[in-house]
């Protein structure tokens, strides 16, 4: 079984700040994937990494796999309120999703 | 409507009680999963599904039974409701599941069961 260890669990900021996220393994991913999750809805699929090292954007949000598939990274810059919600990583391979880190972005 | 749906979305019951969760797909998804949410857990696998009549087990599976007689439809019976089974319930699907395929997960609002 490979864990998801989420950091941090809790995140609470000012609209505009920037903020990093991470998901740490103990052993390699085949491949990544980061879900969101907005207040009473289901996730929704942001992003999937793959190839160790790769840096993905989608508009405001960069996501970025480590070099040795261990880890993955969640920027946003600038952040806004609409950015508020849980945050999760899942690997695929074994079906498991991180706890979570739950963003608020204050206005 | 396309998409994928569950019923009820809120339930309240009495512990022993059975407890059925529907979900229903109109993407013939070959997959289908049912996840539960608790505070500090994240979302955690239940049961799952590759295909019709094909179900297996996943992280957390006692207390709960699974079926699968057509594609579109998986339903989740808690058999006799226990407090600890309070939690919210997720229904998602896939066209596949195998690792390293990376296929996207589609989700339902989710089910929010209390236990009494």
């Known amino acids: 079984t490979q864990l998801l260890e989420q950091s941090p669990q809790f995140l609470s900021i000012q609209e505009g700040e920037n903020l990093t996220v991470y998901c740490n393994s103990s052993?390699?991913?085949?491949?990544l994937q980061w879900y969101r999750q907005e207040p009473g809805e289901g996730p929704v699929l942001l992003v999937t990494v793959v190839t160790g090292g790769e840096v993905k954007k989608l508009k405001r949000l960069t996501f970025q796999f480590g070099d040795a598939r261990k880890d993955s990274s969640l920027h946003i810059t600038a952040a806004q309120p609409g950015d508020t919600g849980l945050y999760l990583c899942?690997?695929?391979?074994?079906?498991?999703f991180g706890a979570g880190t739950r963003l608020t972005v204050k206005p | 409507d396309a998409g994928i749906t569950q019923s009820p979305r809120y339930k309240i019951t009495e512990t022993g009680r059975q407890v059925t969760l529907m979900c229903h797909q109109t993407w013939s998804h070959s997959y289908m999963f049912w996840y539960r949410q608790d505070l500090g857990h994240g979302l955690r696998l239940i049961y799952y599904?590759?295909?019709?009549?094909?179900?297996d087990k996943g992280e957390v599976p006692d207390g709960y039974v699974v079926s699968r007689s057509k594609t579109e439809n998986f339903p989740l019976t808690l058999e006799s409701a226990t407090r600890s089974q309070t939690s919210v319930y997720f229904c998602?699907?896939?066209?596949?599941?195998?690792?390293?395929?990376?296929?996207?997960?589609?989700f339902g609002p989710g089910t929010r069961l209390l236990v009494l």
């Open positions: 052993s390699v991913f085949s491949s």
């Open positions: 599904s590759a295909a019709a009549d094909i179900t």
């Open positions: 998602a699907s896939s066209e596949s599941a195998v690792a390293g395929l990376q296929e996207t997960q589609y």
């Open positions: 899942y690997n695929n391979n074994d079906m498991r």
